[in-house]
């Protein structure tokens, strides 16, 4: 029985673990501290698989653990893990792929994600995976209006950051 | 801006392939990781605590005590102590270690949890090892410096015998001074060692709980 359960989720985590790679790059900047929030959601969410029974999806679900362990061990540890060397950040941009301006800008974009807060960066992350408001209400646990207006909100920030 | 944001999340969709990947077994490996982080921490404070304890040995063990001790004719216990001390001490290293290796390469829960009731054991016995040669020690020396007192007292003369009552006293005292002694060492240890093993007992029941 156990046997099974464990089997049967590291199957799945590993079919979804690009959720939590991309959580992990948004919030941590080397690749070292990559690795710990990773391990650190993997556990987050073996320890509450029991409790998970299949009336979402998994990648739904973990959607909510994943971020919800991000923002709290950002939380814990405050503003230490922010260190303003963005060199280990990454992201790697194909420079074939981009003429430089648009590359640069892109560089100053993930530069001011990384500035934001931790509930902030979550919002910006379901955003950029294409969650409608439905969703990220029910990742984040607040209702649909709020999420808007903390949407917009997040994109002024972002703006005011990139054009000071 | 709407247009910005557009651009980062197109971009977003093409870091997908440069993400990292772990495999099954990393994935598997990392379930059982944090247990083997809090034993590891058992095994480094045992042996810092040894550091400690040798160090410590080295200040306190100047001229001056090894005096007082050969006065009290407690030179050969005191150096035999250490020995004894020190080989069971490392005993308990090695073993500290060898949980560390252990669940570190445990592939199963039910393994896991053996080796967890393993490392508990082991820190308790430590523990006791650590409280009885701590009284042993206390009740030695203390019977070393009394006999040297009777000793160095009778060519004087006075009465150094003790009626039943004195010796109630006395031995009541004793055991009140060896209680607290005792205590103080056991509180101290339950300090250093009790957070990491009451996180041992609480993976322990969620992987019981998994179990059933």
Known sequence: ?164 | MMDDLDLLKEDWKKQEKSLPRFSYDDIYKMIWKRSSSIVKWIFIISILEFLLGVVLNIVVADDEYWENMGQFNLTEFTIGAYLVSYIITFYFIYKFYKNYRQISSTDSASVLMKNILRTRKTVKYYITFILISSGIVFLVDLFFIIRHHIIAAEPTGKDMSFSALQWAMFISGTLVVLAIFLGVIWLLYRLIYGILLRRLKKNYKELKKLEM
């Open chain 1, 1 to 164: 029985m156990n046997k099974e359960l464990e089997h049967q989720f590291v199957t799945n985590l590993e079919k979804h673990q690009n959720i939590a790679h991309k959580i992990c790059r948004i919030y941590t900047n080397d690749q070292d501290s990559h690795n710990d929030l990773f391990q650190e959601i993997t556990i987050q969410l073996w320890k509450a698989y029991p409790k998970f029974r299949g009336d979402s999806k998994f990648s739904t679900w973990m959607y909510r653990v994943a971020l919800n362990t991000a923002i709290t061990l950002y939380r814990k540890k405050k503003r230490s893990i922010r260190t303003q060397d963005f060199e280990g950040i990454s992201f790697k941009i194909k420079a074939e792929e981009y003429n430089n301006e648009v590359e640069q800008h892109l560089k100053l974009m993930y530069d001011a994600i990384k500035q934001l807060n931790d509930i902030d960066k979550a919002l910006v992350f379901l955003y950029l995976e294409d969650k409608n408001y439905a969703e990220i209400s029910e990742t984040l646990g607040i209702t649909e209006v709020n999420a808007r207006v903390k949407m917009n909100r997040v994109k002024t920030k972002l703006k005011s950051i990139i054009n000071p």
